[in-house]
Each structure stands twice: as structure tokens, then as C-alpha cells.
């Protein structure tokens, strides 16, 4: 069974409008680490934050913010005011104590238009 | 630099020639992992290494084989590739830490005709 979930395919909009991506996780684990790679046009994957499951604090960087709420199971990344170079696929993952590898969502392909 | 570094970025082979990809690491970590990237699925692993001379599979082992005889490099091997294994692969490493950061190679685009 998919351990994350990013519902969204894809999503295009229009430079500056803010965008939000969703994702959701499994995990019977109460200790639990959640990613955010972006993989933009050159293929490169890269990484944007880590959060552990006792850190509920939202965290915002630059114009990127993401929303931890363990009572939805959910990691929600939004890009406010976004800009053509935020074109990119998003994944969301999860790893899980014990296990040190990365389990993707399908991810998320964001399109922004100038 | 701290690096993962992947060769070639870009294969096209023919159905049942053997070829490797190789994996290399710079930053001494212990962890070691391949995945293949496919439209819809994400990235999944396909096998891991914990340390020299120890690897395990993965989710989808099937086709494949590594091994880890030095620290840092960790070569996929494709015995006999087949078109379903057309895919883009990435290698990945880390310390031996639980919620490290994965570090990744730029990616090898394979196509098995």
C-alpha cells in the first residue's frame, strides 16, 4: 500500500499566484521523518526540508512554507507568490524508524506561467 | 564537494545486453540505495547497502543486482535488461542516521529497446 499520497497530478499557474501541494502519509510509527524534494526540468533532485513527528511547528523559508499536522497525517507544502523557476515536479516522502529509506509519493508536477 | 556521482547519465541498450551503472560517494556515508523513477509512481528503491559487502533488496529487486565491495561506489547491474526496465534510476546516500538526509546523483536515463 502507497505509504504517501500526493493527490494532485499536476497543477499549473499563473506567476505570483500562490500554489499548494498536498500530501498525505501512513505510518503505524509515532517516530517518523517527512521530506520535501523538488526535481526541477534537469532532473536533479532536491532537497528542501526534513521534519521529524514531534516538530509540529510550520516552517517558512524564503517564499516555500509547509504545514505539519499529525491529526490529518498530512505535510502540505505551499509556494507563495510562485515563479516560473518553481516549475518542477514535487515529491513528498516519508521514512520510517528503523528503515532508512525513502518512501515517494507519485508527485506533484507544478507548471507556472508567466 | 560533497557528491553523488552517476554514470552515464544516458543509456539506450538493446534487450538482454549485460551493462552496469556506476554509483559513487565522496561524503563517507554508510547508506547506500538505488531507485527507478516512473511516471505515476514516484521513486522506489530498488536495492540498498548498509555497509561494505551488505545489501538487501528493496521494493522492486526483480532484474537487478548491486554490489558494495568498496565504501563509496555501489554499481547496479542489469543481467539481461528488458523494456520494463526503461526508466530513470537514481542512486542515493546517507548516514546510517534515522531521518538523514538522502543525497542524490543526477539521475541515469535508461532505455532497453
Known amino acids: 500500500a502507497q505509504k504517501v499520497t500526493q493527490a494532485q497530478t499536476e497543477i499549473s499557474v499563473v506567476e505570483k499566484e500562490d500554489v499548494t501541494l498536498d500530501c498525505v502519509y501512513e505510518?503505524?510509527?509515532?517516530?517518523?521523518?517527512l521530506f520535501w524534494y523538488k526535481q526541477p526540468p534537469s532532473g536533479e533532485l532536491v532537497f528542501l526540508i526534513r521534519r521529524n513527528s514531534f516538530d509540529e511547528q510550520n516552517e517558512i523559508s524564503g517564499r516555500y512554507s509547509w504545514n505539519f499536522q499529525k491529526s490529518t497525517s498530512s505535510f502540505n507544502f505551499t509556494i507563495t507568490a510562485s515563479q516560473v523557476v518553481d516549475s518542477a515536479v514535487y515529491f513528498c516522502a516519508l521514512s520510517e524508524v528503523g528503515d532508512y529509506k525513502l518512501s515517494f509519493g507519485a508527485g506533484t508536477t507544478v507548471t507556472v506561467r508567466a | 564537494e560533497a557528491q553523488v556521482t552517476q554514470n552515464p547519465r544516458y543509456l539506450i541498450t538493446v534487450t538482454g545486453k549485460k551493462l552496469t551503472v556506476t554509483c559513487s560517494q565522496n561524503m563517507n556515508h554508510e547508506y547506500m540505495s538505488w531507485y527507478r523513477q516512473d511516471p505515476g509512481l514516484g521513486l522506489r528503491q530498488i536495492y540498498y547497502?548498509?555497509?561494505?559487502?551488505?545489501?538487501d533488496k528493496g521494493d522492486v529487486p526483480e532484474g537487478y543486482k548491486v554490489s558494495r565491495k568498496e565504501k563509496r561506489n555501489f554499481p547496479l547491474i542489469l543481467e539481461s535488461p528488458s523494456p520494463n526496465q526503461t526508466s530513470l534510476y537514481f542512486c542515493?546516500?546517507?548516514?546510517?542516521?534515522?531521518?538523514?538526509?538522502?543525497?542524490f546523483g543526477q539521475g541515469t536515463r535508461l532505455t532497453v529497446v
Open positions: 505510518t503505524r510509527d509515532t517516530t517518523y521523518y
Open positions: 542515493a546516500s546517507s548516514l546510517m542516521k534515522e531521518g538523514a538526509e538522502a543525497f
Open positions: 547497502s548498509m555497509n561494505v559487502e551488505v545489501t
